[in-house]
């Protein structure tokens, strides 16, 4: 498959490649994009130092509870959310653009995203990619996240799902397929969530955390 993608986009599709990064790469693209791994994929490396447990991607026990806070593209939550228990938020971020403002909008908004989410024992992120060229330009790359993690119960879960390439659905395996020649270092970062041809997900373990604990 030809993959028609700039470096700045694949700079951004490797920030993104685990949708809660603290930060993305710059939108005019490095020569060689350095990877910055998620909360979720940091709390999968200890646990698996740990020997914890990996399984399917399944819904936390607390999704039934929760409230859920949309923002739009760009768009800062507030700091009072980093209070709330259980966290959950929806973001879109389809208007990741590299002429038109929406990739630096969204390089500004991850992270306060991100430092709300890390006060919380109880949290779940849904978002929604899309990486183009121009608004309304078919898409580099696009796909649907989500991510959890409940302290107390020492569990988290992340899924990729909805992979799309130039508009063509595809797997999370075939999209490292397609990097790999020309983008090796977004492919390394996707390849950790499979290599399968449909969605992918797992759920892990996490260390123990006393005040998550403690608080229940």
Not at 41 to 46: C, I, N, V
Not at 66 to 91: I, K, N, R, S
Not at 176 to 192: H, I, K
Request: hydrophobic share 45%.
């Amino acid at each position: 498959m030809r993959l028609r993608v700039s470096a700045a986009g694949c700079a951004l599709v490797l920030g993104a490649s685990a949708a809660l990064l603290a930060s993305s790469t710059a939108v005019a693209a490095p020569s060689k994009p350095v990877v910055r791994e998620s909360p979720v994929r940091q709390a999968t490396r200890s646990a698996g130092a740990a020997a914890a447990s990996v399984g399917p991607f399944v819904e936390p026990g607390f999704a039934a509870g929760c409230t859920w806070h949309e923002f739009g593209e760009g768009e800062q939550p507030p700091w009072w959310l980093m209070f709330a228990d259980p966290l959950c938020v929806e973001y879109s971020k389809r208007d990741i653009t590299v002429d038109d403002g929406g990739a630096l909008r969204f390089l500004v908004a991850e992270p306060s995203r991100f430092a709300i989410a890390m006060v919380t024992c109880h949290y779940y992120q849904k978002d929604h990619w899309s990486v183009q060229s121009t608004h309304g330009a078919t898409p580099w790359v696009a796909w649907d996240g989500q991510y959890w993690w409940d302290k107390a119960a020492r569990r988290a879960g992340a899924r990729l799902t909805n992979f799309r390439i130039d508009g063509h659905t595809v797997g999370i395996g075939d999209a490292v397929t397609a990097l790999a020649p020309v983008f090796p270092d977004v492919a390394r970062a996707l390849s950790d969530y499979g290599q399968a041809a449909g969605e992918t997900g797992l759920t892990v373990s996490l260390p123990y955390d006393l005040s998550c604990a403690l608080a229940g």
